[in-house]
């Protein structure tokens, strides 16, 4: 069995925006807008797991958050010291393949700088609440990245790998999103960045049956399939997906034989997934102390 790695990828910054990453932490305020940002962390919390816990030094990120008071208002910042790598990986024999869930993020306003989320299926749970993923790296093959987020994922690395774990013709599906009504705000957006791997690659199947997901700029490589999704859970029903490609190219970015239900998008329907529509109607993402 392939099994999970998360590692913090160094010299990154990787902040936690008001404890929202989630190992059982699913909600976050606002912060105090108006501040110098680079001047509002509160405390700095350092996770080494070699290191003897003591005041804000702990084992794991999880132990670090549970110091967090509800209800907090101010920024926290988590450094890690060394390199966190925790992952079982095959080496021979036959692969099987189960879920092995590397993160889940269940928190509103949750951002991530330069992380790794590496597993095969359902690797990075995009649970719930408005996510940014700016220049990380995530890899699977199955259903990879899935979930009911509302999400952007900036000059992100896709690495699609179930041509090199299983078979070489192997499928691989980089999203599952779950969007299940015309209401719901959820969905997946993909700006820049590169889609990349082994065997053949879909880039998402519909999990919900209001599924949206969106690449706008982005590289896709070689080894995307000519059809480019899959209606999955909503076949019979694709009118009611939002799966588009915008201004992407490489070789894998021709859409003349993509599936015919793929919508196209005008630029004014284009703007209402941009990061200040879609993600940071209230600035959050302007107010984060990165320095």
């Known amino acids: 069995m392939y099994s999970t790695k998360m590692q913090l990828l160094p010299p990154f910054i990787f902040i936690l925006i008001l404890s929202a990453f989630s190992f059982r932490i699913s909600s976050a305020v606002v912060c105090r807008n108006g501040q ?17 816990p003591g005041p804000a030094i702990f084992n794991t990120i999880e132990a670090a958050i549970n110091t967090i008071p509800p209800n907090n208002d101010q920024w926290n910042s988590f450094n890690r010291q060394g390199y966190l790598d925790f992952y079982n990986k095959r080496t021979k024999g036959e692969v099987k393949i189960k879920q092995a869930v590397a993160a889940r993020i269940y928190g509103d306003k949750s951002a991530f700088y330069g992380c790794g989320f590496i597993g095969f299926q359902d690797t990075l749970w995009d649970a719930t609440g408005r996510h940014y993923y700016k220049n990380c790296y ?12 509302q999400s952007i994922y900036e000059d992100c690395l896709i690495n699609a790998t179930a041509g090199t774990l299983l078979s070489p013709d192997s499928v691989s599906y ?19 960045g590169i889609v990349f791997g082994t065997g053949r690659i879909l880039l998402g199947r519909a999990y919900g049956l209001y599924s949206r997901v969106i690449f706008h700029n982005t590289i896709l490589e070689r080894a995307v399939a000519p059809e480019g999704w899959d209606a999955w ?9 939002t799966y588009a490609e915008v201004d992407c190219k490489g070789p894998g970015s021709d859409t003349s034989k993509r599936v015919k239900w793929m919508k196209k998008l005008r630029p004014s329907e284009l703007y209402q997934f941009s990061t200040p529509r879609f ?4 600035g959050w993402l302007d107010s984060q102390p990165l320095s």
């Open 36 to 52: 110098d940002a680079a001047s509002k962390v509160a405390y700095t919390l350092t996770v080494n797991k070699y290191s003897k």
């Open 138 to 149: 995530i890899e699977g093959g199955v259903d990879f990245i899935w979930g009911t987020g």
């Open 174 to 192: 980089v999203t599952a999103q779950g969007r299940n009504s015309s209401g719901e705000t959820s969905g997946f957006v993909f700006r820049r």
């Open 233 to 241: 859970n909503s076949k019979w029903h694709e009118d009611k997906l």
């Open 279 to 282: 993600i940071n109607q209230d």
